[in-house]
């Protein structure tokens, strides 16, 4: 993998990388989630390499001699401008009903997925709370949600309270149960294979009053205050447009996960005690109900290269749900070596194929950012007005640092059965201890300091190059620690030129790690077109068993494709200032973009204007205009006949209609 470095003008910039740009950065993992995510690449003055189209100049990398898409000389439009394609419909939609009975004072909910073939009734116990579901056909399995009801109403008297798409969660606070139901969902990207990613944009909590025995006075109102605190907190908790899920693929993974939907990687799933309620009436793997909910951004684009071709880029970050909070306050790690705000990011890359039936090439490039892996925080001085003081903890400093790498090292470590190099290659990877091998890369942007300013961000980076050293030494990893000072080097060297000392640093490290390429094959049914086939036995059936046929190098992803991998990634680059929010947008940025352009030349997708495409643009460009002329003057002929023709049929002195006869 090779990397090198182009200037070209802003105005022929193309408007690929501007979308490219404006989704990387949409992507902030924010701590607070009611903190707008910062969209500007470097606050204050606008520099030479902010988004907006100026006439400056703008530094973007290019691949092997490969300059970026340049504007067409003839418009303002790029053929690589994000378009409106039309996504294939949903094969089903799924449905959640809330009933009650008054005879039974009983609740009920009635669950049915839209690639489920089955319809789940399960019931609330009026007194405790507790989920009932025993899996008997006929009483609580059905083939429809109409059947379902239809038993309810056999047995007595039901009210629909309130229909919903999802059921997100369940809890049972004292004498209240809440269910958390998806009202409102839109897709906001798909990845190969159809897999739809969907973001909640209306949720609402539904409160259910259960039948307990009533308390003394003193200590119902003792409980009643602290039960409304609870379940303000609770239904407080902002959910739309910041959690998304896919029912049909595992998204909890580094794309493409070999993994079922139903079994997600916990620490990145928000919503697993919200479904323990669920997963403990037996509504788990086969049976689940409730999709994993991650907190973040998952967003995908349909483009066009300057060859005409189709390809789709998808941006997902995931946030860990492990050691979260407002930005002063979940800072290094916790008891169980979680940094504050952890972020992982997947971007996704493919081509459309030509024909159904051909494979679809794809690839995948995953990063890391958060918090600086060691015991540190802050004070607010001022009363919260004034600077925050970073405070490094005096002992125990790095406790839990070597068990945080440990493990990024095991989650990007090649898969063996996946490995596609030699035999002395393979007993490499799949070696005893192959994950102590695996590269792991802090770029921390961290402020260097000067004797008279900034000491207090200055001992941060210094405990940081300290603990990688150690890592290194002690511990024997392969641990990288770049430090960039990104504030001082703007300062000095101005925006062009740090970003290609940013390139420098990191030309020598991106291409040890690489990213993950190959292909995507449908090889059964899948579900977009599978009726009363449950996608939990994917893996085991028609996914599993092909990938296992087909030997090394191929997984199941899903239910009825299988990937056959190329090449994996090897390791992980993981960026930092101290809030995890500015400076590491813009690393996570400049890191990212430099990988998409070598993901596009891997796959051969045509982001540059060659001689060739651009005289095919031409002439595209010309039989658009011809025939939007030939348009206009049909339309200009239809309408000056129907004007004659309407003048023909009325009375010029009565303005009425001559076949009236009045």
Same mark, same amino acid.
């Given at each position: 993998?090779?990397?090198? &470095?182009?200037?070209?003008? +802003?105005?022929?910039?193309?408007?690929?990388?501007? @979308?490219?740009?404006?989704?990387?950065?949409?992507?902030?993992?924010?701590?607070?989630?009611?903190? %707008?995510?910062?969209?500007?690449?470097?606050?204050?003055?606008?520099?030479?390499?902010?988004?907006?189209?100026?006439?400056?100049?703008?530094?973007?990398? *290019?691949?092997?001699?490969?300059?970026?898409?340049?504007?067409?000389?003839?418009?303002?439009?790029?053929?690589?401008?994000?378009?409106?394609?039309?996504?294939?419909?949903?094969?089903?939609?799924?449905?959640?009903?809330?009933?009650?009975?008054?005879?039974?004072?009983?609740?009920?909910?009635?669950?049915?997925?839209?690639?489920?073939?089955?319809? !789940?009734?399960?019931?609330?116990?009026?007194?405790? =709370?507790?989920?009932?579901?025993?899996?008997?056909v =006929?009483?609580?399995?059905?083939?429809?949600?109409?059947? +379902?009801?239809? *038993?309810?109403?056999?047995?007595?008297?039901?009210?629909?309270?309130?229909?919903?798409?999802?059921?997100?969660?369940?809890?049972?606070?004292?004498?209240?149960?809440?269910?958390?139901? $998806?009202?409102?969902?839109?897709?906001? #990207?798909?990845?190969?294979?159809?897999?739809?990613?969907?973001?909640?944009? !209306?949720?609402?909590?539904? /409160?259910?009053?259960?039948?307990?025995?009533?308390?003394?006075?003193?200590?119902?109102?003792?409980?009643? +205050?602290?039960?409304d605190?609870?379940?303000?907190?609770?239904?407080?908790?902002?959910?739309?447009?910041?959690?998304?899920?896919?029912?049909?693929?595992?998204?909890?993974?580094?794309?493409?996960?070999?993994?079922?939907a139903?079994?997600?990687?916990?620490?990145?799933?928000?919503?697993?005690?919200?479904?323990?309620?669920?997963?403990?009436?037996?509504?788990?793997? %086969?049976?689940?109900?409730?999709?994993?909910?991650?907190?973040?951004?998952?967003?995908?684009?349909?483009?066009?290269?300057?060859? #005409?071709?189709r390809?789709? &880029?998808?941006?997902?970050?995931r946030?860990?749900?492990?050691?979260?909070?407002?930005?002063?306050?979940?800072?290094?790690?916790?008891?169980?070596?979680?940094? #504050?705000?952890?972020?992982?990011?997947?971007?996704?890359?493919?081509?459309?194929?030509?024909?159904?039936?051909?494979?679809?090439?794809?690839?995948? *490039?995953?990063?890391?950012?958060?918090?600086?892996?060691?015991?540190?925080?802050?004070?607010?001085?001022? =009363?919260?007005?004034g600077?925050? @003081?970073?405070?490094?903890?005096?002992?125990?400093?790095?406790?839990?640092?070597?068990?945080?790498?440990?493990?990024?090292?095991?989650? *990007?470590? %090649?898969?063996?059965?996946?490995?596609?190099?030699?035999?002395?290659?393979?007993?490499?990877?799949?070696?005893?201890?192959?994950?102590?091998?695996?590269?792991?890369?802090?770029?921390?942007?961290? /402020?260097?300091?000067?004797?008279?300013?900034?000491?207090?961000?200055?001992?941060?980076?210094?405990?940081?190059?300290?603990?990688?050293?150690?890592?290194?030494?002690?511990?024997?990893?392969?641990?990288?620690?770049?430090?960039?000072?990104?504030?001082?080097?703007?300062?000095?060297?101005g925006?062009? $030129?740090?970003?290609?000392?940013?390139?420098?640093?990191?030309?020598?490290?991106?291409?040890?790690?690489?990213?993950?390429?190959?292909?995507?094959?449908?090889?059964?049914?899948?579900?977009?077109?599978?009726d009363?086939?449950?996608?939990?036995?994917?893996?085991?059936s028609?996914?599993g068993?092909?990938?296992?046929?087909? #030997?090394?190098?191929?997984?199941?992803?899903?239910?009825?494709?299988?990937?056959?991998?190329?090449? !994996?990634?090897?390791?992980?680059?993981r960026?930092?200032? $101290?809030?995890?929010?500015?400076?590491?947008?813009?690393?996570?940025?400049?890191?990212a973009?430099?990988?998409?352009?070598?993901?596009?030349?891997?796959l051969?997708?045509?982001?540059?204007?060659?001689?060739?495409?651009?005289?095919?643009?031409?002439?595209?460009?010309?039989?658009?205009?011809?025939?939007?002329? $030939?348009?206009?003057?049909?339309?200009?002929?239809?309408?000056?006949?129907?004007?004659?023709?309407?003048?023909?049929?009325?009375? %010029?002195?009565?303005?009425?209609?001559?076949?009236?006869?009045?």
């Amino acid at each position: 993998m090779l990397f090198s &470095y182009s200037t070209v003008p +802003a105005q022929q910039t193309s408007s690929l990388v501007t @979308e490219v740009i404006t989704k990387l950065l949409a992507s902030v993992a924010v701590a607070d989630v009611n903190r %707008p995510a910062d969209v500007l690449l470097f606050p204050g003055q606008p520099s030479a390499l902010s988004i907006s189209v100026t006439e400056r100049e703008i530094s973007f990398p *290019y691949v092997l001699g490969l300059p970026l898409c340049q504007r067409r000389q003839s418009g303002t439009d790029c053929c690589c401008k994000a378009r409106a394609m039309d996504r294939p419909a949903p094969h089903k939609e799924s449905i959640v009903l809330l009933a009650y009975s008054e005879p039974k004072k009983k609740h009920y909910i009635v669950v049915k997925l839209a690639h489920s073939s089955k319809a !789940q009734l399960v019931r609330i116990d009026a007194e405790s =709370g507790v989920l009932r579901w025993d899996q008997a056909v =006929g009483r609580d399995t059905f083939d429809s949600e109409a059947e +379902a009801l239809a *038993y309810l109403q056999n047995h007595t008297q039901v009210e629909v309270l309130t229909h919903a798409k999802y059921v997100l969660g369940y809890v049972v606070l004292g004498p209240v149960a809440l269910l958390l139901l $998806a009202e409102a969902v839109r897709v906001s #990207g798909t990845l190969p294979g159809g897999h739809e990613i969907k973001t909640v944009t !209306q949720s609402k909590w539904h /409160r259910i009053t259960l039948q307990q025995p009533d308390l003394d006075v003193t200590t119902q109102a003792a409980a009643k +205050a602290e039960l409304d605190r609870g379940i303000d907190k609770t239904m407080s908790f902002p959910m739309d447009g910041a959690h998304y899920f896919c029912e049909t693929l595992d998204i909890t993974r580094p794309f493409p996960s070999q993994h079922p939907a139903g079994e997600p990687s916990w620490p990145f799933v928000w919503n697993k005690a919200l479904t323990l309620p669920f997963r403990t009436a037996g509504l788990d793997g %086969p049976n689940t109900v409730c999709p994993a909910l991650l907190q973040g951004m998952a967003e995908s684009r349909d483009l066009e290269d300057f060859d #005409g071709r189709r390809f789709s &880029y998808c941006l997902i970050s995931r946030k860990c749900r492990l050691h979260v909070g407002p930005r002063y306050k979940a800072r290094g790690l916790n008891e169980n070596s979680d940094p #504050g705000n952890e972020i992982e990011c997947d971007q996704v890359v493919w081509k459309h194929p030509d024909y159904s039936e051909q494979p679809i090439p794809w690839s995948r *490039y995953t990063w890391r950012r958060g918090s600086v892996p060691l015991w540190w925080t802050v004070n607010i001085r001022n =009363g919260g007005m004034g600077e925050a @003081e970073i405070k490094i903890r005096s002992t125990n400093t790095f406790r839990g640092s070597r068990r945080y790498v440990r493990r990024l090292q095991k989650r *990007y470590m %090649p898969d063996p059965h996946l490995h596609q190099g030699s035999a002395d290659e393979l007993a490499v990877v799949a070696g005893t201890d192959a994950s102590l091998q695996v590269p792991v890369v802090f770029f921390s942007l961290l /402020r260097k300091g000067t004797p008279d300013r900034d000491r207090s961000e200055a001992k941060l980076a210094e405990a940081f190059d300290y603990m990688a050293s150690q890592l290194r030494g002690m511990h024997k990893l392969p641990v990288s620690y770049v430090a960039l000072d990104w504030h001082q080097m703007d300062k000095e060297l101005g925006s062009e $030129a740090l970003v290609e000392g940013f390139w420098a640093q990191l030309s020598s490290l991106l291409p040890s790690q690489g990213f993950a390429l190959g292909t995507m094959s449908k090889v059964g049914p899948d579900h977009t077109d599978s009726d009363g086939q449950e996608l939990s036995s994917s893996i085991s059936s028609s996914g599993g068993s092909a990938a296992a046929a087909a #030997g090394r190098g191929c997984s199941p992803v899903g239910k009825g494709w299988v990937a056959r991998w190329i090449k !994996q990634q090897r390791g992980v680059t993981r960026y930092n200032c $101290a809030d995890s929010l500015d400076r590491t947008n813009v690393g996570s940025f400049f890191g990212a973009v430099q990988v998409f352009i070598e993901q596009c030349r891997e796959l051969d997708i045509a982001i540059a204007a060659t001689s060739s495409s651009a005289a095919s643009m031409a002439r595209q460009a010309l039989v658009r205009r011809q025939a939007a002329a $030939a348009t206009a003057a049909v339309l200009a002929a239809a309408g000056s006949s129907s004007t004659a023709a309407a003048a023909a049929v009325v009375n %010029p002195a009565t303005g009425q209609d001559k076949r009236s006869g009045s």
